[in-house]
C-alpha cells in the first residue's frame, strides 16, 4: 500500500510508538517531516513497507534520486545499543543473505532513540562495506547488527560521526531551547552533511 509522507506532519504519536503500526512507521514520517518540510530535497516515490520486516519499520523510499532503506533499531534488555536487522531474502532459495553492495540502496537509515534522545543514522553504502556490514561481490557481510548513538556509548565512534539528532539541542549545559526555525535549519544542514 503506497502512502506519500511528504510534509504529512505525523499524528501524536511519539517514537516509542511500534515500528509495525501504520502504512508508514511513524519514525519514518516524523523524520521526514522534520527534514523536508522546508527543504528543496523531495522525496521522489512514496516510501513502500518491507512486510519480511515490519518489526524494524522496514520500509524503502527514493530521496534526491537515492535510494534509502529505513529500519528502526530495537533496544534489547541485556546489551548496551540498539539491534537491527538487514538483510534480503533470495527470491530463489528463500535464505536470508547480507545486503550486497551492488544492491539497488544508495543508503541505510536507521532510527534510534531512548528516553533521552532521538535521532537517524545516515550510513551511505561505501561504509557499510568498509565495516563489513554490506557484502561485496556476494561476499562478507552482516544479517544483523548493533548501532550506538553518541549519547548512548562511544564503544562504536565510527557511527557517531553519521547520526543526526533529532533533539531540540544536544548540549546538555545549555538551558536554552533554540527556535524551531533553528532547530529546522541545524537538522537540515546536518542531513546535508551526511547525505549529499
Not at 528543496?40 to 512486510?51: C, F, T, V
Not at 533533539?167 to 538551558?175: A, C, F, M
Request: overall charge positive; proline content about 4%; hydrophobic content about 35%.
Amino acid at each position: 500500500m503506497k502512502q506519500t509522507i511528504e510534509n504529512i506532519e505525523p499524528e501524536q504519536h511519539n517514537w516509542e510508538t511500534s515500528p509495525e503500526t501504520g502504512a508508514i512507521p511513524f519514525q519514518l514520517r516524523d523524520f521526514t517531516y522534520k527534514v523536508f518540510k522546508n527543504n528543496s530535497l523531495k522525496i521522489n516515490n512514496s516510501a513502500l513497507r518491507d512486510h519480511e520486516n515490519l518489526e524494524y519499520g522496514g520500509s524503502s523510499l527514493s530521496i534526491g534520486g537515492k535510494n534509502i532503506l529505513f529500519r528502526v533499531a530495537k533496544t534489547t534488555p541485556t546489551k548496551v545499543g540498539q539491534f537491527v536487522a538487514l538483510y534480503k531474502r533470495s527470491g530463489i532459495s528463500g535464505k536470508i543473505t547480507p545486503l550486497d553492495f551492488d544492491d539497488r540502496y544508495d543508503y541505510v537509515f536507521i532510527a534510534s532513540f531512548n528516553k533521552q534522545y532521538h535521532g537517524v543514522f545516515i550510513f551511505n553504502k561505501e561504509v557499510l562495506i568498509q565495516k563489513g556490514i554490506f557484502s561485496k561481490d556476494k561476499k562478507g557481510g552482516k544479517l544483523s547488527f548493533r548501532v550506538y548513538a553518541p549519547q548512548a556509548k562511544q564503544t562504536q565512534n565510527w557511527q557517531c560521526k553519521y547520526f543526526l539528532s533529532l533533539d531540540d539541542q544536544n548540549e546538555k549545559s545549555s538551558q536554552v531551547k533554540c527556535p524551531l526555525d533553528a532547530k529546522q535549519n541545524r537538522i537540515l544542514r546536518r542531513f546535508e552533511e551526511l547525505f549529499i
